[in-house]
């Protein structure tokens, strides 16, 4: 295609029958917000759902989509979990980890 032809494809206003990227009334794109344990396919034990509403909230408060490991480890404190016995081995593992 010649340079003059994309020229003038490009100033023709075409108008777009539906923008399909904006519904009326949105500002960006939908996020879940909250943790909803109903909507999963297995049975959360109490502990389970506090760690993940912890999580949730963390989250929208700090504004981080995805906390590192130490931040992880920061909410399981303020939880209450502390290291009290000695390690056992990971699920899916047969020996313990070191240290």
Do not use: H
Not at 28 to 44: F, L
């Amino acid at each position: 295609m010649s340079q003059n032809v994309q020229q003038e494809r490009r100033k023709r206003n075409i108008p777009v029958a539906v923008d399909r990227r904006k519904g009326k009334g949105k500002s960006g794109p939908e996020r879940r917000r909250q943790v909803d344990p109903t909507t999963c396919e297995r049975d959360y034990t109490e502990d389970e759902i506090a760690f993940m509403k912890a999580m949730d909230q963390y989250k929208r408060d700090n504004r981080r989509p995805f906390p590192t490991w130490s931040e992880v480890l920061e909410v399981l404190k303020a939880l209450g979990y502390r290291k009290v016995a000695a390690p056992t081995a990971l699920p899916g593992q047969s020996v313990p980890p070191k240290g």
